[in-house]
């Protein structure tokens, strides 16, 4: 088995890659490639291995003479031409369960980090400046977590939130009423998700479907202060709709792992917004006093 080739792409742990390299596989990895260094690795493999930051085209598919299977680490496939690789008769394939918890918990840190505002009171914390008071936040319990998309990662998210004492209204075109009712969540439109939640999480790949399916019309049927966490796909909220709707102050808070571009969101209009306007949106981050401790 020494002549099959198994490029790796991407970042993955070399303990996930020992049962390739154990049973007989050349296992070759190089991170970070691009061009013609990419398609000259991936020229003579016959499976390559990515996660989320490189991208299999129809281009480095054609320079790929041995090629016959890709797989993705990770949910989705969204960075894999699939078409192409189906005419070409390459498998392609994921590993859905690989990061379930791990996004899901980073998910649950986001939304929490939103509700009690840590990173404002951290920054300010760190300019030397003592202010308990402006950064109390809002408690999760009781409040309405929107969840859009019932995925393995949504359902874990809803899952956890609920140990909050959340009460969760999900979307999902895929899942049906008794199904929610199973896991203990209530199903409801897209539009009773987007006015009913205090939080809103989603959970989707990017479609042409679901591309920037949170964006200006979404935000107008929104609650004033909603807060937002994306850690599914850049591309599914329109950064410019969600840096008005912050500066309208219908958003309060959001939380954002990726972006419309990466893997630096130097074109984003959020990032501008964090670096130039911190003190004017972390105002739109301070939510009425409640009982509970900061």
């Known amino acids: 088995m020494n002549n099959i080739k198994i490029f790796v792409a991407d970042d993955v742990n070399e303990d996930k890659l020992a049962?390739?390299?154990?049973?007989?596989?050349?296992?070759?990895?190089?991170?970070?490639?691009?061009?013609?260094?990419?398609?000259?690795?991936?020229?003579?493999?016959?499976g390559v291995i990515v996660r989320s930051a490189t991208r299999i085209t129809a281009d480095l598919m054609d320079s790929a003479e041995k090629l016959r299977v890709i797989g993705r680490a990770g949910v989705g496939v969204d960075n894999i031409d699939v078409k192409a690789a189906t005419a070409r008769g390459i498998v392609v394939m994921n590993a859905p369960d690989g990061n379930t918890i791990t996004t899901?918990?980073?998910?649950?840190?986001?939304?929490?980090?939103?509700?009690?505002?840590?990173?404002?009171?951290?920054?300010?914390?760190?300019?030397?400046?003592?202010?308990?008071?402006?950064?109390?936040?809002?408690?999760?319990?009781?409040?309405?977590?929107?969840?859009?998309?019932?995925?393995?990662?949504?359902?874990?998210?809803?899952?956890?939130?609920?140990?909050?004492?959340?009460?969760?209204?999900?979307?999902?075109?895929?899942?049906?009423?008794?199904?929610?009712?199973?896991?203990?969540?209530?199903?409801?439109?897209?539009?009773?998700?987007?006015?009913?939640?205090?939080?809103?999480?989603?959970?989707?790949?990017?479609?042409?479907?679901?591309?920037?399916?949170?964006?200006?019309?979404?935000?107008?049927?929104?609650?004033?202060?909603?807060?937002?966490?994306?850690?599914?796909?850049?591309?599914?909220v329109d950064e410019n709709a969600l840096l008005e709707a912050i500066e309208a102050g219908t958003v309060a808070a959001a939380a954002m792992d990726v972006f419309a571009s990466e893997p630096l969101p130097e074109d984003s209009p959020l990032l501008g917004t964090i670096k130039s306007s911190q003190r004017r949106i972390s105002a739109h981050q301070r939510p009425k006093r409640s009982r509970a401790s900061p």
């Open 104 to 236: 899901a918990e980073h998910t649950i840190a986001l939304l929490v980090s939103m509700a009690r505002n840590v990173p404002q009171a951290h920054a300010k914390l760190q300019s030397g400046v003592w202010d308990k008071k402006s950064f109390v936040g809002v408690e999760l319990n009781g409040k309405t977590l929107g969840v859009v998309g019932l995925g393995r990662i949504g359902r874990h998210v809803a899952r956890i939130a609920k140990g909050f004492g959340m009460n969760i209204l999900a979307f999902d075109p895929f899942v049906s009423v008794e199904q929610a009712k199973d896991f203990g969540f209530e199903l409801g439109s897209l539009d009773e998700v987007f006015s009913k939640a205090d939080f809103l999480t989603i959970h989707t790949p990017v479609t042409d479907e679901t591309r920037n399916i949170i964006g200006k019309d979404a935000f107008a049927k929104m609650k004033k202060g909603v807060r937002l966490v994306n850690c599914a796909r850049g591309g599914l």
């Open 19 to 46: 049962p390739l390299t154990d049973a007989g596989f050349n296992v070759v990895k190089k991170t970070k490639l691009e061009g013609e260094a990419l398609a000259a690795e991936i020229k003579d493999a016959d």
